[in-house]
């Protein structure tokens, strides 16, 4: 996707919504990363919103120095902030399309789903894919089934984390063998 449909979007909108979205996208990935971090993933598709919402409130409130725009000029206020989140959103998806440094993600990590919990999961194929790169071949099952064993949820099985374990070693091999 080229940059202009993003720039066409935005000339929709009025200075003052464009810049308040920029203050949109830093409280909104604030929170994200701050108090809101445990919430679940749906949550933060509607948080631009809520937050243009209430900044583009508290801003026509300090402008025009009374309440009116939240109580004769409501209709606007909220069509205003409700602007604000989705330039923000704008925002964030120009950023993520153009300027954000995709990061490689390790073969292991989907292999590593339900056997691992996802806080320990980079950890664990990282060590894997590291560590495993000096273990000889014959000694690469044990290796990565004791080291699944090390990071293993409780909920999984022996014969889940033997048959992942196998998984993972030869997929690790074929690695080594393409390298």
């Known amino acids: 996707m080229s940059v202009l449909p993003y720039l066409n979007a935005f000339r929709l909108y009025k200075a003052d919504v464009l810049l308040l979205a920029f203050a949109v996208t830093f409280v909104t990935s604030l929170l994200k990363k701050t108090a809101m971090k445990n919430c679940p993933k749906k949550t933060y598709l509607f948080l631009p919103f809520g937050v243009g919402l209430l900044l583009y409130a508290a801003y026509a409130v300090l402008v025009t120095r009374s ?16 602007a ?79 048959a992942a374990a196998q998984t993972i070693a030869e997929l690790l091999r ?5 390298n």
């Open 67 to 82: 309440f009116l725009p939240l109580t004769q000029d409501a209709l606007s206020t909220v069509e205003s902030g409700f």
């Open 84 to 162: 604000c989140g989705c330039a923000a959103t704008l925002y964030y998806l120009a950023y993520e399309q153009f300027f954000r440094a995709k990061k490689a993600q390790s073969p292991l990590l989907p292999l590593l789903e339900g056997f691992v919990d996802e806080e320990k999961r980079e950890e664990a194929a990282n060590r894997l894919s590291e560590e495993s790169k000096s273990v000889p071949d014959e000694e690469l099952l044990r290796f990565v089934s004791d080291t699944l064993a090390e990071y293993a949820a409780e909920n999984a099985s022996e014969a889940e984390l033997s």
């Open 174 to 178: 074929q690695l080594r063998d393409t």
